[in-house]
């Protein structure tokens, strides 16, 4: 019996979160908006080959329709998006911004969420650098107008991880399990790696779990670890010319993780994740991925995007706010007194339906309101339960 059950990683948000959630969705939508951001929605349920491509194949919800095609539920925007772009022919450039439910599966005992909000931003069809700036620029704006605490927005490249494998000729297990090591950070697994698959660049895989932190030691380090003109010196030259078109105050949040794997596999480029203090993992990541679209028949496409996860934003946020709630009043009142109260109704002042007053003020109570407000002969009695 499983009426009263819930699929693992999925949950039911209620009261406080539900509406947290909800408010955070509406509030980063109206300040990407501003920020010249044009709005698309796709739908929850897509074929299954808009997302053949990816290895992770099994991450996805997939299932048949009643003529025996195979649908899943989104695992990701981008690739919806892409299929939008292709499919409508729209015309180049645009900056788009969405948001919606994402789906993906992990095993039970890992305890992830197989559901969540996503919002996030695609920049397509922009050619020059400006759209990395502009991506981590908006990230960082967003994050700064939702007073995110102490965060700060790792860089990465696609290509660090992607010349190693074609230099070592790594077979697909092969790249799992060094995909699998480098995401774990695990040295001691990386030494052994090293010893099977010995070349060049055996000092610099050894030590990618070190390679993250403040950029210019970090940068300098790797330079030292890679052989001379190696192709992996040109990704750190991007890395760091693009660093310095940043104003002060960015770069002041900007780290490097030279380390950084993507979770999808279209990612070419530039990479970035967002971190914070209370949040076990990156809540926030993007990058370019100019091939993407080739999948869709499309010719080589610039675009750059991220995504956040609004579940843990809102997580992080909540545990901020405790300390500084807004006043709510809970006003009681009797039937023949329903005009009289209901003007006094606003966005902190709400009515009791509670037919005794005792019963408004257990209710005040239980739900943390400030004060409970009634009625004695015609007269305001304003009772406060708690001054913050």
Do not use: C
Not at 325 to 349: G, P, Q
Not at 366 to 372: G, I, M, P, S
Request: glycine fraction near 6%; charge should be negative.
């Amino acid at each position: 019996m499983r009426k009263k059950q819930l699929p693992s990683g999925t949950h039911d948000k209620l009261f406080r979160r539900a509406k947290g959630v909800y408010q955070l969705e509406g509030q980063v939508n109206r300040l990407l908006g501003e920020r010249g951001f044009q709005r698309i929605e796709t739908p929850t349920i897509e074929f299954a080959e808009v997302f053949e491509d990816e290895r992770n194949q099994d991450d996805l919800y997939r299932f048949f329709d009643a003529q025996g095609r195979l649908l899943t539920l989104r695992p990701d925007m981008t690739l919806p998006v892409g299929r939008v772009v292709a499919s409508t022919k729209i015309d180049l450039p645009l900056k788009l911004m969405y948001s919606g439910k994402i789906f993906r599966y992990h095993d039970e005992m890992k305890g992830l969420q197989n559901e969540f909000t996503q919002v996030g931003v695609e920049i397509i069809g922009f050619p020059s650098i400006k759209a990395e700036v502009e991506a981590i620029l908006s990230a960082e704006y967003i994050l700064k107008q939702l007073d995110v605490p102490t965060f700060h927005i790792e860089i990465g490249h696609a290509a660090i991880f992607s010349k190693i494998v074609s230099e070592l000729k790594l077979s697909e297990q092969a790249r799992d399990e060094l995909k699998k090591h480098v995401l774990n950070k695990n040295i001691t697994e990386l030494y052994t790696f090293t010893k099977n698959f010995p070349s060049d660049l055996d000092a610099f895989i050894a030590e990618i779990p070190k390679l993250f932190g403040q950029i210019e030691p970090v940068l300098a380090q790797a330079k030292q670890l890679l052989p001379n003109e190696h192709p992996i010196l040109v990704d750190l030259s991007e890395i760091e010319h693009l660093v310095r078109l940043f104003p002060a105050s960015t770069q002041e949040n900007l780290r490097v993780d030279l380390g950084m794997v993507g979770a999808m596999d279209y990612y070419t480029g530039i990479m970035f994740a967002s971190f914070s203090e209370g949040i076990p993992e990156a809540f926030l990541s993007g990058g370019r991925y100019d091939y993407l679209f080739q999948r869709f028949d499309m010719a080589k496409t610039s675009s750059v995007g991220w995504a956040m996860n609004l579940e843990s934003v809102f997580d992080l946020l909540y545990k901020k706010q405790t300390t500084r709630r807004k006043e709510k009043i809970l006003l009681h009142f009797e039937i023949d007194e329903v005009a009289k109260a209901t003007r006094l109704v606003d966005e902190k002042i709400e009515l009791s339906l509670f037919s005794k007053l005792s019963d408004t003020r257990l209710f005040a109570e239980k739900w943390q309101y400030q004060a409970v407000w009634y009625f004695v002969n015609g007269e305001l009695v304003k009772e406060v339960l708690r001054d913050e």
